[in-house]
C-alpha cells in the first residue's frame, strides 16, 4: 500500500470510528437508565445494539475492500468477514481484530440477527443485558485494534 493510499484509509477509517463512537456514545446514555420494567426502552438499546454491530460491520467491509476486495455475497458472509479479520493475510494486511474483539462482535453479530428477525417477539431484559454487556466491552477493544492494525500498516509502510 502506498502512503497515498494508506493517508485515505486512515481518513476513510476514522470517519466510521466517529459514527461508530456517535452510536455507542448513544447506547451508552441508554445503558445508564436500563429497568427490565421499560419495554420501550429495551427496544431502544436494543436497536442501538443493532447499529453499533451494523456500524462496526460496515468499517471491517472498508477495510476488507481496500486489501481483500472480494466480499462475498454467500449467505454466510457476515461470519467469514468476522472471522477474515481476525487473520494475517500474507503480503496484503496485518490483523485487524484480536481474538478477545472477535468473539464479542460474533456474538453481537447474533444479536443482531435475532433483533432483525424477532418481528413478534419481546426483548429480554437478561438476554438484552448479556449483549449491552458486550457492546458497551466492544467499542475500546476495537479502538485499540484499530490503532494497532494502522501502526502495523504504518511501519510497513516505512520499511518498503
Do not use: C
Amino acid at each position: 500500500m502506498d502512503s497515498e493510499q494508506l493517508v485515505i484509509l486512515k481518513v476513510d477509517v476514522q470517519a466510521q470510528l466517529n459514527l461508530i463512537k456517535t452510536v455507542y456514545e448513544r447506547l451508552n446514555e441508554r445503558a445508564n437508565s436500563l429497568k427490565g420494567d421499560d419495554p420501550i426502552l429495551l427496544e431502544s438499546i436494543a436497536y442501538q445494539i443493532h447499529n453499533l454491530y451494523s456500524a462496526i460491520e460496515d468499517l471491517l467491509k472498508l477495510i476488507a475492500n481496500y486489501f481483500e476486495n472480494n466480499i462475498s455475497n454467500s449467505s454466510q458472509w457476515h461470519s467469514l468477514l468476522l472471522q477474515r479479520m481476525t487473520i494475517i493475510v500474507p503480503h496484503v494486511r496485518p490483523v485487524v481484530l484480536s481474538a478477545e474483539t472477535y468473539t464479542l462482535l460474533n456474538a453481537l453479530r447474533g444479536f443482531r440477527h435475532f433483533f432483525r428477525h424477532a418481528y413478534g417477539a419481546t426483548i429480554e431484559y437478561e438476554q438484552l443485558k448479556s449483549n449491552l454487556d458486550k457492546a458497551l466491552t466492544v467499542f475500546p477493544k476495537l479502538e485499540a485494534d484499530l490503532s494497532q492494525f494502522l501502526g502495523q500498516l504504518e511501519q510497513s509502510n516505512e520499511e518498503s
